[in-house]
């Protein structure tokens, strides 16, 4: 038997409430991730699926607030939390990585910093020893001479390292889960696969869960175990990775696969197919974002269901 | 959903009101601003014939300034134009071009925003002589330096936009680059610090006219009428407060107006088709 | 034989780095000797990372980076310095498809001003241009009252179909592509891809492609050029490149390339098995293992054919 869940979402619904009703972003969205499991929420953009994460941690912007549902963590509900317990939660069991590493770092202070304040805020650490443990933090994450790099500031880095960083800072805490926003797609290929290798890496190592948000299959694929594919803001399929991408049932997860140019797909010269027009399969858009959700059809795989028979 | 714009509404409806005060005077009073005095009636309190009351040569105040409203108006946008120009001008062909000329052109920005303006405007009205039009020149060379800035730092975040590579690359000459390209999109910046430069205008013409290099009297304007009141102000408070007032509320109006248009024009409160 | 369409011989594209009277000017040699050939009808793919000088190359061949030295030829004329073109005539020559949809057009102009002003511009009567107008934008699948709106009232997708009919409307011979997908959403994506192809062969259009996305250029190219600091390193078919990759940095893109499919068989090997060795007396250069360094001049190396039209980047040993 598998272990409880770490994080159950349940009837998640995400807008912005107003007098008559709220504006609905993210609708009915309902998923579990297992301790040390690798989650993929892929969809395009508008879909839902980086609300749903902010959601999560409390970080999204007003208008924009959770409008109905459950977010467990643990068992514990995360709306019912105080503002301060939250603070608490964030950084430590939750953590978070984004897009743009330059944004989300503080060009004001240096890395070492940085990750420190981590240790002092949650640990209750002394400043001279989370100055040590920030070291072997950098350490981890394989930035070369950690010792000069904690001296660094954000803008004497390569995008590449200062995604490192990010991972250093969310990992500091060794966190049950790690929310990573379309962690590499500011970054160069090369780049990509080794901060990629990293965080699978740093997370098996750690048992940390990941929930990993991206527009790019390709990414999704190499990283997770099971995924979600969004669609105007709906969780319109749920599988394991590799039933997903062997046998895409939703109708709009196939138009998304038929839609991507893949390496080894042109035969001979005259090889090229055309690529799949998803709005011409799917010609009614309306139809899908209404009704045509996906019905698991083997509980047993589906993790939801799952819970739901043990509790 | 867009926030109710006060500052847009409450310095517009000021301007609205200025602006009518000074189109349609005429009709608003049949004095006339300059001959109509009658030492008679000098020194009057405001009362239900003189709304402003009378200056000490018994010419109504009100009248005053309406008909001031016209010279301080016509200051105002006019020199804001000539600035709006210059600054224009120099700031985008400076970023667009770069090099020497763009170094000739900051330099030159910086030399100006060293020298406070007014010195400079009573400077060229030393020579120039007093009069509208030595006004209209003074003012109008003396406050383009932060147009030039704000045109210089558009264009330099706008000419690496896709939109003007392209145009370059569709054989769009230089000028022709700046005028459609370039210059469109920064109407909204721009827009703003010239309803400030207005306001400004208006007060440096007061300053000017006050010292007497401006507008000489007989003819009204609010400065001059300051500069006739100043004897008065004990016994005749309203022939200086009246003016004082409208010149508080023109520039007042102006500002308002530059804030209300920056947050109409801010993109962020702009609804967006996607 | 005549000439080719596009030829870049030799190109250096240099650019200097922290001016100062005392010391001698460093220069960042962002193309340092690129030649390549761009047939009629052809695409070809640049790929590479940021920074390999894919973008300034392109640049250099629309004349928006004067070349540091080297030649750019097109039909066997060359187009670069005094000698060359002017700006009419080298409008008509090369036009660019931009990667932010967003960025590139221009949002106080309706579509109809983007695309009728240029024609106007080359000598166009008022009615031509509206005639020309209608047509392209049936061409990339608008339909003709978009003329009358404004950038920001149309979807991503939409915005790169105006981009490709801005480029489009004066009839150029090359059409320079610029991660003309990247931007675009996964479905977005295929539509702008499919109708590129379209054009292509319903005009026969020649485009020069630059790209990081390995997977849009397998799909698209004809030939592919591997640019890695400001050299290519490997350049052939594209049948060859993808099926046969031979320099280390080549093999290095594919192996890297996030593909869905590896899921499903993980035991692909997407670069046909081991490393093949490089040719006799030989290393591959540059050594992907230390990054080359952009301000020196780099070590003598050549481009050497390994097979049909398939060439890597060699130095000796």
Request: a neutral charge.
């Amino acid at each position: 038997m598998t272990a409880a869940p770490l994080l159950e979402l349940k009837h998640l619904h995400v807008g912005i409430p107003q007098r008559a009703g709220a504006i609905e972003i993210v609708k009915d969205v309902g998923l579990t991730i297992l301790p040390g499991e690798a989650f993929g929420l892929v969809g395009e953009s508008g879909s839902g699926k980086s609300l749903t994460a902010l959601s999560l941690i409390r970080l999204l912007k007003r208008p924009l607030a959770v409008t109905g549902g459950e977010i467990l963590f643990k068992g514990q509900d995360l709306r019912a939390l105080t503002d301060r317990a939250m603070r608490e939660l964030r950084g430590d069991r939750i953590a978070m990585i984004f897009q743009e590493p330059m944004t989300a770092l503080n060009p004001l202070k240096t890395v070492g910093r940085q990750i420190a304040e981590m240790f002092v805020l949650h640990r209750g650490m002394g400043w001279a020893e989370a100055g040590r443990k920030a070291i072997d933090a950098l350490a981890s994450v394989k930035v070369p001479a950690p010792e000069e790099r904690v001296r660094a500031y954000p803008f004497q880095m390569s995008g590449g390292m200062r995604q490192r960083v990010m991972i250093a800072i969310a990992l500091a805490c060794d966190p049950d889960l790690l929310i990573a926003d379309e962690p590499t797609t500011a970054l160069d290929v090369t780049v990509q696969d080794e901060v990629l290798k990293l965080i699978a890496e740093l997370c098996a190592e750690r048992g940390t869960a990941v929930l990993m948000i991206s527009h790019d299959l390709g990414v999704i694929a190499n990283m997770c175990q099971r995924v979600g594919v969004m669609y105007a803001g709906k969780l319109v399929e749920e599988r394991d990775t590799y039933d997903l991408f062997a046998d895409p049932r939703h109708p709009y997860t196939q138009g998304l696969l038929g839609a991507l140019p893949r390496l080894g797909t042109r035969h001979g010269a005259a090889g090229r197919q055309r690529l799949v027009d998803i709005d011409s399969l799917i010609s009614d858009r309306e139809v899908l974002r209404h009704d045509f959700c996906y019905q698991p059809r083997n509980p047993i795989r589906d993790p939801r269901q799952r819970a739901e028979a043990r509790a | 959903m867009r926030r109710f714009n006060l500052n847009l509404w409450l310095g517009g409806g000021l301007v609205l009101l200025v602006l009518v005060g000074a189109v349609f005077a005429p009709w608003l009073t049949h004095f006339d601003p300059v001959f109509d005095a009658n030492l008679m009636v000098s020194e009057q309190p405001p009362d239900g014939q003189f709304w402003f009351g009378t200056d000490e040569q018994g010419r109504d105040v009100f009248t005053r300034v309406l008909y001031g409203a016209r010279i301080s108006l016509t200051v105002g946008i006019v020199s804001q134009i000539i600035n709006s120009v210059i600054g224009l001008s120099l700031g985008i062909s400076a970023a667009y071009w770069g090099g020497w000329w763009d170094d000739l052109v900051n330099g030159l920005t910086n030399v100006m925003l060293a020298i406070p303006s007014l010195i400079f405007a009573l400077a060229i009205m030393a020579i120039l002589g007093p009069g509208l039009p030595s006004l209209l020149i003074a003012l109008g060379l003396t406050n383009w330096s932060w147009t030039c800035r704000i045109a210089r730092s558009s264009t330099l975040s706008l000419k690496g936009q896709g939109y003007v590579q392209a145009a370059r690359t569709l054989g769009y000459g230089d000028i022709r680059i700046m005028a459609t390209q370039l210059l469109p999109n920064m109407v909204g910046p721009i827009l703003v610090i010239s309803t400030l430069g207005i306001g400004a205008a208006v007060l440096a013409e007061a300053a000017l006219s006050f010292l007497g290099l401006g507008i000489r009297p007989p003819f009204p304007s609010w400065g001059s009428m300051l500069t006739g009141a100043r004897e008065l102000i004990i016994i005749a408070p309203w022939a200086a407060i009246f003016p004082g007032l409208a010149i508080f509320v023109t520039v007042l109006g102006f500002n308002l107006l530059g804030d209300g248009l920056r947050d109409y024009l801010d993109p962020h409160m702009r609804s967006r088709a996607t | 034989m005549t000439a080719p369409l596009l030829e870049i011989r030799d190109l250096h594209v240099h650019f200097p780095v922290g001016k100062s009277l005392l010391k001698r000017n460093r220069v960042l040699r962002a193309v340092s000797g690129v030649d390549l050939t761009l047939a009629r009808g052809e695409c070809l793919s640049i790929v590479g990372e940021s920074g390999c000088g894919k973008s300034t190359t392109a640049l250099a061949v629309m004349g928006l980076q004067a070349p540091t030295s080297g030649d750019i030829l097109v039909e066997g004329d060359s187009i670069v310095g005094s000698a060359g073109p002017d700006r009419m005539a080298r409008a008509r020559i090369a036009q660019m498809v931009f990667q932010d949809p967003y960025a590139s057009l221009n949002p106080r102009q309706t579509v109809h001003g983007s695309l009728s002003a240029p024609l106007r511009l080359h000598g166009a009567s008022k009615g031509e241009a509206d005639e020309r107008v209608a047509a392209i934008l049936g061409k990339v699948g608008l339909l003709p009252d978009h003329a009358s709106r404004y950038p920001h009232e149309f979807s991503g997708g939409q915005r790169q179909r105006i981009g490709i009919a801005r480029a489009l409307i004066l009839g150029p011979r090359i059409l320079m592509l610029d991660e003309p997908v990247s931007a675009l959403d996964v479905s977005v994506r295929a539509q702008i891809i499919n109708l590129l192809l379209d054009l292509q062969e319903e005009m026969s259009l020649s485009f020069v492609m630059i790209s990081h996305d390995l997977g849009v250029v397998e799909h698209m190219s004809d030939r592919v050029a591997v640019m890695y600091f400001g050299q290519i390193v490997e350049t052939g078919p594209w049948d060859a490149i993808f099926a046969r990759p031979t320099h280390p940095y080549t093999r290095k893109l594919i192996e890297t390339i996030p593909d869905p499919d590896t899921v499903l068989h993980p035991d692909r090997d997407r670069t046909a098995g081991k490393a093949p060795p490089p040719p006799d007396g030989l290393r591959f250069y540059p050594d992907t293992a230390n990054r080359p360094d952009v301000h020196g001049t780099p070590a003598p190396s050549d481009l050497v054919e390994i097979g049909p039209g398939h060439w890597i980047r060699c130095a000796p040993v």
